[in-house]
């Protein structure tokens, strides 16, 4: 399984902008679909954002379409998940996943890898 580390996270106001990374430690990162999911407290864990392993593709649940901009860099073998226009109820722990040879769908099921997460805390 692919090592996953995610970074960035913090506390911002409302209305801010964050920028998360998730490095992958392999040099097959290319390989990978890569998702974003987030967890608040006392709630389950819910689809965010995701990628194909070419970048050609994306996906973004409706509660961040628009707001939310997910990318990666294969040289890197990092995906990025920019966030603007943060909103309290995006507080949550951001949780980066990989998907071998997926193509990127909203099911956490389908993602072997995961991060330890990163916490983004919103505040009004």
């Known amino acids: 399984q692919v090592q996953l580390v995610e970074s960035g996270g913090g506390l911002v106001q409302a209305g801010g902008s964050l920028r998360l990374s998730c490095a992958a430690s392999?040099?097959?990162?290319?390989?990978?679909?890569m998702g974003w999911f987030r967890q608040a407290p006392g709630k389950e864990r819910e689809f965010v954002a995701a990628?194909?392993?070419?970048?050609?593709?994306?996906d973004y649940a409706d509660s961040v379409k628009g707001r939310f901009t997910i990318s990666r860099d294969n040289a890197k073998n990092t995906v990025y998940l920019q966030m603007n226009s943060l909103k309290p109820e995006d507080t949550a722990v951001y949780y980066c996943?990989?998907?071998?040879w997926g193509v990127g769908r909203p099911i956490s099921s389908e993602y072997e890898s995961w991060g330890q997460g990163t916490q983004v805390t919103v505040s009004s």
């Open positions: 996943a990989a998907d071998w």
């Open positions: 990628i194909s392993r070419g970048g050609g593709r994306t």
């Open positions: 392999e040099r097959t990162f290319a390989s990978y679909a």
